[in-house]
């Protein structure tokens, strides 16, 4: 059974503030991580990607994998209150064929102004 | 930029009834995967579809479920004989190849009743 693990939250910040979002996952066969972000009542949009090792940057968000611990984060740097919402945390396997993203139950973040 | 688009957007059904949720993936797109999300819950995989078949399915999609792509854009969900307990958010997805990002439509709330 893959499980993907999530802290429910809510996660406050204040606007400006570094905002650190964690995940684990069950199954070292892993190969993918994708960080998605959902507003309430929508669909899971993508933020960001990330497949080795190290830490990966796109704008203010950097994504984060260690393979060995089986922990993937993301951080958002100068969080504005437009990024108060769910983020999902969703991994793939992707042996045998299997191409089903498996998801954490997500992250609530609300940025303070 | 291109996007993943479903119909209808809410849909409220009797119990029994049977339902077809409708997707346009993204073109170029060779992958195709329904997803759901009960209110309150975490996004659970349904099917993936490559090359006019099923390529994997999750345990929750049993004989009530079936999809298929009628033509070269649309790909659909039918539900037949829904249960009050089918009533989620219904997201389609598709992604270039198997390992790559999958992007998700704005999806399509069933209300059984």
């Known amino acids: 059974q893959k499980e993907v693990e999530q802290n429910s939250g809510p996660l406050s910040v204040p606007e400006g503030a570094i905002a650190s979002l964690n995940c684990t996952y069950s199954?070292?066969?892993?190969?993918?991580f994708f960080w998605y972000r959902q507003y309430s009542g929508k669909s899971p949009e993508l933020i960001m990607f990330?497949?080795?090792?190290g830490d990966k940057e796109d704008g203010r968000f950097t994504a984060q994998l260690n393979k060995a611990s089986q922990y993937v984060s993301l951080l958002i740097r100068d969080s504005q209150p437009s990024d108060s919402a769910t983020y999902l945390c969703?991994?793939?396997?992707?042996?045998?064929?299997?191409?089903?993203?498996?998801f954490g139950k997500g992250t609530k973040l609300s940025v303070i102004p | 930029e291109p996007e993943v688009t479903q119909t209808p957007s809410h849909q409220v059904t009797q119990m029994g009834q049977e339902v077809i949720l409708r997707c346009v993936p993204i073109s170029n797109h060779l992958y195709f995967y329904w997803y759901r999300q009960i209110l309150g819950q975490k996004v659970e995989f349904l099917v993936s579809?490559?090359?006019?078949?099923?390529?994997?399915k999750s345990e929750i999609f049993d004989d009530q479920f079936s999809v298929e792509r009628p033509d070269g854009s649309n790909f659909t969900l039918k539900i037949r004989s829904t249960k009050l307990e089918d009533s989620a958010m219904y997201f389609c997805?598709?992604?270039?190849?198997?390992?790559?990002?999958?992007?998700f439509g704005q999806g399509t709330r069933l209300t059984v009743v």
């Open positions: 969703a991994v793939r396997y992707s042996g045998a064929g299997s191409y089903q993203l498996t």
């Open positions: 997805a598709s992604s270039p190849t198997g390992t790559t990002e999958a992007f």
């Open positions: 199954d070292r066969g892993s190969q993918s």
């Open positions: 990330i497949y080795s090792n």
């Open positions: 579809f490559y090359n006019n078949e099923i390529s994997e």
